[in-house]
T-cell receptor, first 112, second 113 residues
């Protein structure tokens, strides 16, 4: 069964910490995405990548960065975590041809 | 840019009743349309998609959706819902020249006995 795996289901971090959220897919997909999900706001795109070492800003990139050194892994980095980054973070991957995403189970991050 | 509006934030319905979750989109180019479902504490799962061809699309769990280009809509329907259909449903759109999906804010479907 194809999978997108997010390394942590729940994380609690302190304000100012550097936080790494990891995502790995085993489907050889070209594209990978990071979204955050907040009640009443739906899913908002943070960053995406369509190739190794390539990245594109989404709608809300401020306070975040990403890294894609290998095709299967896409990391989201919070350089200095703040309480307004408390959220559910969802990783997804897709092929270049249109067909929709495969999502991971999400990481619920709490910044205290 | 493409955008999606889900017209209802919550839809309560009784078990075995029909349901329609409404989705409208805006785009100046041809689009691909999707419905996803999210059960509590889980990621999103693809229900169905419209890429081209027949405007009536059938998905998993007995759901279907109809693409209406003139009304820029892609409403999701099920003729008889079950308690297990209680979940959050998201409509999403992408331009056929791009990869990223734009999601609506979601509709919470609550099925009660």
């Amino acid at each position: 069964d194809v999978k997108v795996t997010q390394s942590s289901r729940y994380l609690v971090k302190r304000t100012g910490e550097k936080v790494f959220l990891e995502c790995v897919q085993d489907m050889d997909h070209e594209n990978m995405f990071w979204y955050r999900q907040d009640p009443g706001l739906g899913l908002r795109l943070i960053y995406f990548s369509y190739d190794v070492k390539m990245k594109e800003k989404g709608d809300i990139p401020e306070g975040y960065s990403v890294s894609r050194e290998k095709k299967e892994r896409f990391s989201l980095i919070l350089e200095s975590a703040s309480t307004n980054q408390t959220s559910m973070y969802l990783c997804a991957s897709s092929r270049t041809a249109p067909g929709g995403y495969t999502f991971g189970s999400g990481t619920r991050l709490t910044v205290v | 840019a493409q955008s999606v509006t889900q017209l209802d934030s919550q839809v309560p319905v009784f078990e075995e009743a029909p349901v329609e979750l409404r989705c409208n989109y805006s785009s100046s180019v041809s689009v691909y349309l999707f419905w996803y479902v999210q059960y509590p504490n889980q990621g999103l799962q693809l229900l169905l998609k419209y890429l081209s061809g027949s405007t009536l699309v059938k998905g998993i769990n007995g759901f279907e959706a109809e693409f209406n280009k003139s009304q820029t809509s892609f409403h999701l329907r099920k003729p008889s819902v079950h308690i297990s259909d209680t979940a959050e449903y998201f409509c999403a759109v992408s331009a056929n020249s791009g990869y990223a999906l734009n999601f609506g804010k979601g509709t919470s479907l609550l099925v009660t006995p």
